[in-house]
Every structure is written in C-alpha cells, then in structure tokens.
C-alpha cells in the first residue's frame, strides 16, 4: 500500500523559510513524477511544484518562482520543498502527489495523495 508522509509544516513569521519533505512508501516511483500542491482556506488547491525523477527536471507555479525549490532524493523516494521569504498569502495546507507519469499541475492526476501538512505564516 502506498503511502506519502509529510511533514516540516508549522508557524512562521513573514519572511522566514521552512522546508517540507515527503517521503514516498509502497511502491516504486522511479520513472514517475512527484509534487505539491496547496490549498489556501476559501480557496481552490492549487499547484505549485513538480519533479520528474526521470530526468529531475522541475516545473513552479509562475507566482511562486524563485521562492520555492523542489528537490528529491530519489533513493530514499523523498521529495522536498524548500520555501523562502515567505508570505502571509503562503498560509495553506501544503498537500505531496505522487505517481503522475510526467508532471502534471492537476491534483487528480497523480495517483496518490497526502493529508496535507499545514503551514501557516504570520506577518
């Protein structure tokens, strides 16, 4: 069965970093893509990055270029999002995908899914 853990949500003052990491259990994910995604409260998830193990090309929501980085070690079926100069607008529940056959920007398409970790910053 497979399962994604994440964590590394928590409180953070505006401007600070934090870094999420979710680790990939049950299955083999080699030649498939991971990624976040968000959820703001009132709001749609949305997307905001993707690797490929492949290749470990990567893709950012345009906003959030810059400020975000996505890196994974593919041993260990672990990705990771390292969040800098964070925003008040950042607060949501951070959700880790996995299974997708190339990068995708639609939760859906991935084939498996996490609870979310949340992250909240304060300004």
């Known amino acids: 069965q497979v399962q994604l853990l994440e964590s590394g949500g928590g409180l953070v003052q505006a401007g600070g970093s934090l870094e999420l990491s979710c680790a990939a259990s049950?299955?083999?994910?080699?030649?498939?893509?991971m990624g976040w995604f968000r959820q703001a409260p009132g709001k749609e998830r949305e997307f905001v990055a993707a690797?490929?193990?492949?290749?470990?090309?990567?893709s950012y929501a345009d906003s959030l270029k810059g400020r975000f980085t996505i890196s994974g070690d593919g041993a260990k079926n672990t990705v990771y999002l390292q969040m800098n100069s964070l925003k008040p607008d950042d607060t949501a529940v951070y959700y880790c995908?996995?299974?997708?056959?190339?990068?995708?920007?639609?939760?859906?398409?991935?084939?498996?899914r996490g609870q979310g970790t949340q992250v909240t910053v304060s300004s």
């Open positions: 995908a996995a299974g997708a056959p190339f990068i995708l920007r639609q939760f859906g398409n991935y084939n498996y």
């Open positions: 049950g299955g083999t994910f080699t030649r498939t893509a």
């Open positions: 690797i490929r193990w492949t290749d470990g090309s990567a």
